[in-house]
């Protein structure tokens, strides 16, 4: 059986789909997910379907929800839902716990795909760690937990997740950048800053890939931008590195050292 939570939570078993459909159960499932391995109780549970005021049947439905799940997975793996229970969905004091092998789910091998590509980093191998990073990326279907309603604590395991992904990506265009693969760095971080418009290392990873393009101008224009936005909304200007690199790219025979060791050097 395999589970997957980065994109819409998603359970198969020989390829066919045997998510529980109904919200609820959907939504239980997916806090589970989050949680894998770990023991999440009772009271979290109805306060994350129940957004913190869990009516008095509350623990009642959770039950049959819960037996509901089990029953679904039992379909699925050809097994019985007292299998289910005892070895996959099971009773923990007052909690439960959704145990699942490395292999079984999705969430493991991306965070190892990523420990492996920094750890390739620093050896200096950038071209594999490029590729160990796209196979980790490729692993994305889209935001974590869309297919469920969020409660409080699934909207901060989303939001980890997301940060796992956007932390992927950025050490993938550095990679891009040891490579000298230039415009395919610069195609990744466009995409970044428009989905992070307050992020300074992401502008600085575009302005970069920009300079080492040959785009000297287009590189300047995303600071403007930056600054312009940072301080007409924030009220706070670029770090000091953001503006220093600004300040080297300004000039017509820019510190060539200063540039490799930020991974912009020129061709120019």
Known sequence: MEFRVLG???VRELGRDVTPSAPKQRQVLALLLAKANHRV??????SEVWDGEP????????????????????AG???????????????????????LEHHEWDRPRFERLVLDA????????????????????????????????HGSQLTVQARVLNEAHL????????????????????????????????????????MRALYASGRRATALEVYQSLHRRMTDDLGIPPSPSTTTLHRVMLQDSPDQRYLAAAGAGALL
């Open 41 to 46: 109780s009772v009271p979290a549970l109805l």
């Open 167 to 206: 932390a992927a990506c950025e050490v993938r265009i550095d990679a891009l950048l040891l490579c000298r693969r230039f415009q395919e760095a610069v195609g990744e971080a466009v995409a970044l800053v428009g989905d992070h418009p307050y992020h300074e290392n992401v502008h600085t990873q575009l």
């Open 8 to 10: 819409p939570i998603d």
């Open 118 to 149: 920094r750890r390739l980093l620093e050896e200096r191998e950038a071209h594999t760690a490029t590729d160990t990073l796209g196979e980790a990326l490729a692993m994305w279907r889209g935001t974590p937990f869309c297919n469920v309603r």
């Open 77 to 99: 793996s050809g097994t019985s839902a007292r299998d289910i229970a005892d070895h996959r969905l099971v009773t923990d004091g007052n909690g439960y716990v959704l145990r």
């Open 55 to 74: 009516p008095r049947t509350a623990t009642t439905a959770l039950q049959t929800y819960i037996g509901a799940i089990r029953k679904a997975l039992a």
